[in-house]
């Protein structure tokens, strides 16, 4: 089995999320693994959602795992924008073009021709492949499920394998998963007869616009940097309502402000912070409530592998290898599963090794480079060996 071939036959599984095609895939993949002669287990913790572990187990030694998605984005309304057929995977040049290609169908196909690999090499340790449901709508039926009800094995290190290309290929080893702070202010003023605006004083919509405008350069402090760069994003006006009718003044406007969080960063400070910008800002023109999201929404720290970690280092031995150069370990901009692994199941956690481009998914004519699917075959069986030899 030829993983650009593997990669197709994914592809033309649709499994975008919303939908049902995760279990097509599952299936499919626990077909492949009887043919490989690969043990496996299907877990599905919400019915018609299922993850898949592949396991290898040659003995006594470390348990590595690598871990991927079956899920998708769907296609929506890019879908005149595709110059392929999303769903047949389409080699142009040195790309091939398909839904998933990048994130990350050629690297669950990867992983498990690597693992066939590790089966057959000579040494001891054990390999899984974990593969989720619903990472793309935020894995409740996949790894949120598998680390909550504790239904992984017990696993001494991880690495996901989402694209590490944001730009280039294998342009970092992502250690660092950023965090989320997500909250509305409610801005309060006068309302009333527009014909009086001005001794009404500034209406709420115009008040939320200066705060929105000093958000936009607003940087929250990071108490304690992690060993990984990683940035901190701040998106004001993520949503927006106010306003009554021609003629009247508006009283009330309601906006929303989204931080990505770098690790380090603590909550106490950046909600006071928050609260002194709002109160600059407002300087007595408006009441401003600050009202943060329920749950892992409205906080949720970043989080990082520290990069003399063993499997970090695996990976960049593996990097050296088979890319011939050492990665620079850096942040991930997008979510991953990683936050569950490492944050509710404690694993160590790579956030992301893999073949693709980040900045190529969720949107028309994703691609993955050929070689770059071949690379991660390597790549990973590398990896494996690398880790459980503890060479670095
Ligand atoms: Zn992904």
Known sequence: MDVLS?????VAIDSSNPGVGEQEVVTRLEQLCTELGLPHQRIEPVQGRPNLIVTVDKGPGPHLALSGHVDTKPVGDALKLWETDPFTLTTVGDDAFGLGSSDMKGAVAAMLLAIRRFADAPGSGTVSAVLTADEEQGSAAGAQALTQQKLLPDIDAMVICEPSGIERPWEALHLASRGICCFELDIWTNQGHSGLSPVLGRNATLVAADLLKAFESFHPSVTHPGHVPCPVTVNPGMIIEGGVAFGTWPGHCRVGVEIRLAPGMDEHVVKNEVRQLVNSVTDGQAQVDINYRPGSLGWMDGIELDPAHAVAQACQSAAKTVLGHHLEPSGYPGGTDASYFMREAGIPTVTSLGPGWLSVAHGPNERVGVAQL???????????????????
Do not use: H, K
């Not at 593997?6 to 994914?10: N, P, Q, Y």
């Not at 071949?374 to 880790?387: H, I, M, N, P, T």
């Open 6 to 10: 593997l990669t197709a036959e994914l």
């Open 374 to 392: 071949y690379q991660s075959v390597d790549l990973y069986e590398a990896v494996a060996a690398a880790y459980m030899t503890g060479q670095t």
